[in-house]
Every structure is written in structure tokens, then in C-alpha cells.
């Protein structure tokens, strides 16, 4: 919810950060789910293979192609905006704890 109102504000400025962030959201998305594939792979592997050591950088370049994006068509994407894309979950993340986080009372 938070990020469709700072889109809606963005979007009132300018066009090339809303799509900016929404690129951001994609590939964050994209790669959330390629970790969760490779945690799955690890937990059921029996041995270790080349993929184990290449699964982090294939990881980075995921994470590096919205930002190639952003610098190969300025006209389209904002790169402030596909910043803020990839780093939404991560703020959200430490938003959530400082706010509203969950209390262990044990």
C-alpha cells in the first residue's frame, strides 16, 4: 500500500520514476523467488556442484540488470526509481520491525 502512494506522488512528478520503481519491484520479486529456489536446491542436494558457486553471482546479475536498464534507456526508467524499487523490500523489512514488529513476551 505504501508503495502505491508513493508511486501516485512520483507519478505526478514524473513518469520515468514511477516505471523506474516498478522495474525495481520486478526484478526484487525475480530474484526473491531465485533465492528461495536456490535455498531449495541446497537443502536437497547431496553433493556440491558448480551451480553452488555460481548461484550468487547469477544472483547479482539479476539484481544489476535494472540498473543496466535504467542507464541503457534514460528516456523510459529513472535510475532513482529502479533504486527504490530494489531496495522497497529491504526498507519495508527494517519499516516493519521499528513499527510495527511483532513483541516476544516468552
Known sequence: MLILIIMGIV????YRISLGILLGLLFTFFHQKFLEFRVDALIRASEVSVLTYLGPLLG??????????CFLLPQIFHWSGVL????YSKM??????FIGGKKNDD
Not at 507519478?11 to 514524473?14: G, N, T
Not at 527504490?84 to 531496495?87: A, V
Open 11 to 14: 507519478l505526478l512528478l514524473d
Open 84 to 87: 527504490i524499487g530494489l531496495l
Open 92 to 97: 519495508f523489512m527494517y519499516i516493519e520491525a
Open 60 to 69: 547479482i546479475v539479476l539484481l544489476s540488470l535494472p540498473m543496466l536498464l
